[in-house]
Each structure stands twice: as structure tokens, then as C-alpha cells.
Nanobody, 125 residues
Framework: QVQLVESGGGSVQAGGSLRLSCAAS????????MAWFRQSPGKAREGVAT????????NHADSVRGRFTISRDNAKSTLSLQMNSLKPEDTAMYYC??????????????????WGQGTQVTVSS
């Protein structure tokens, strides 16, 4: 049974930092792309960052580039998102997702077949 469990969300003031984690189990974590998505009320789900199976191909959305960093530890089957210089517009539910490809890791949610339950990030001004 595939499970993705996020943690690390919370409330922080603008300019602060949070580190999200996603613990994966029940499948071959190291074989697939992983990604972080986010969604706030009334808005479409947005891809934040992607990382290839081996970790060598990383992409961040323009809105977070330079502030957020995605990483993975295949030995521990964990995915992380370090979020610095947080802004109120970063407020959203954050989801980790596992893709169906090793290296073609896009920002479309249709490319991901397993999802976590989400962790809430709230940034106040």
C-alpha cells in the first residue's frame, strides 16, 4: 500500500522559514520523480518543485525559485522542501506527489499518481 505522509507545515511570519518533509512507503520511491504542489482556496493546484528519481534534475516554479529548495533522500525514502523568505502568498496546503516517470518530471498534476494528504502552511504579514 502506497503511502505519502507530509509533515512540517505550520504558521510563520513573512520572511520566516519552514521545512516540509514527505515520508514515502509501499513502493520503490527511488525509481520515480517526486514533486511538491500547493493549493489555496479558490485556486488551481500549482506545481512548486520537482526532482528526478536520482535527484539530478531539479526544477522550481518561478514563484519560488531562489527561496525554496527541493531535495530527496532515496536511502530514507523521504522528500523535503526547504522554504525560506516566506511570503503571505505562499499560504496554501502543500502536497507531495509521486510521478510515473523517472526523469520526465513536469509541473502538471496529471503526471503524478500518488498523493499525500497535505500539510498546511500559513504565512502572516
Amino acid at each position: 500500500q502506497v503511502q505519502l505522509v507530509e509533515s512540517g507545515g505550520g504558521s510563520v511570519q513573512a520572511g520566516g522559514s519552514l521545512r516540509l518533509s514527505c515520508a514515502a512507503s509501499g513502493y520503490s520511491f527511488r525509481a520515480y520523480c517526486m514533486a511538491w504542489f500547493r493549493q489555496s482556496p479558490g485556486k488551481a493546484r500549482e506545481g512548486v518543485a520537482t526532482i528526478s528519481a536520482g535527484g539530478g534534475i531539479i526544477n522550481h516554479a518561478d514563484s519560488v525559485r531562489g527561496r525554496f529548495t527541493i531535495s530527496r533522500d532515496n536511502a530514507k525514502s523521504t522528500l523535503s522542501l526547504q522554504m525560506n523568505s516566506l511570503k503571505p502568498e505562499d499560504t496554501a496546503m502543500y502536497y507531495c506527489a509521486s510521478g510515473s516517470s523517472a526523469n520526465s518530471c513536469g509541473f502538471s498534476s496529471s503526471g503524478y499518481n500518488y498523493w499525500g494528504q497535505g500539510t498546511q502552511v500559513t504565512v502572516s504579514s
